[in-house]
């Protein structure tokens, strides 16, 4: 799916890294951490680091002897960059060919590698809901064939997911969907 990006942009490493930084866009990393999940030198990741910081699409911030960079906010192609990786990502057709269809789903987390911007090629939900499981697998089983992505589920009800928070904060998540409350 990142083949989406490359005739925009020839760059892998800056791919990469407007992936990472833009698919969670609380995710922030320093630069030996990028240069070995990338598996690349920190010249050629600090390069890339450097020029969309320039361009104002990263931001940094020094942390004691590192110096940290996430994804701006601010800047005007933020919506539309976070938008294109999603869509790269394949997280829209989760979304779209999951999430709204699954019953009485409350909320839906992304967790673990997805969650910090890694694509590893698996998909790690946390569902809370009354949810038929039958009808996920297959759900899940064909968007996977779409994305070409494993997803794997865990499916809680809400007390389950109130004993599971404490875990949750130890490890990389963000909400991905939440059922809309009549007001």
């Known amino acids: 799916m990142k083949e989406l990006f490359t005739g925009l942009i020839s760059s892998k490493t800056r791919i990469n890294l407007l992936v990472r930084f833009f698919f969670n866009p609380g995710t922030k990393a320093y630069l030996r951490e990028l240069s070995k999940d990338f598996n690349l030198s920190s010249n050629a990741v600090r390069e890339e680091l450097n020029q969309l910081t320039k361009t104002k699409l990263l931001t940094s911030r020094k942390e004691g002897r590192n110096v940290y960079y996430k994804s701006n906010n601010s ?3 933020f919506p539309e ?8 990502m ?3 057709q989760v979304i779209e060919s999951i999430l709204t269809r ?3 789903l409350e909320y839906a987390y992304i967790i673990d ?3 910090e911007g890694k694509d590893t090629g698996i998909i790690d939900l946390v569902l809370v809901g009354r949810i038929n499981q039958y009808h996920l ?3 899940s089983r064909k968007t996977e064939r779409y994305i070409k992505r494993k997803i794997r589920s865990l499916v809680l009800t809400r007390e389950e997911f109130k004993a ?3 875990k949750m904060k130890n490890r990389p998540n963000f909400l991905v969907w939440e059922r809309q409350r009549n007001k």
């Open 137 to 139: 697998n297959d759900l």
């Open 75 to 77: 800047h005007p192609l």
């Open 164 to 166: 599971f928070m404490p």
């Open 90 to 92: 394949g997280l829209d």
């Open 102 to 104: 699954l019953g009485e």
């Open 81 to 88: 960059l976070k938008s294109m990786v999603r869509k790269v």
């Open 113 to 115: 590698d997805y969650a």
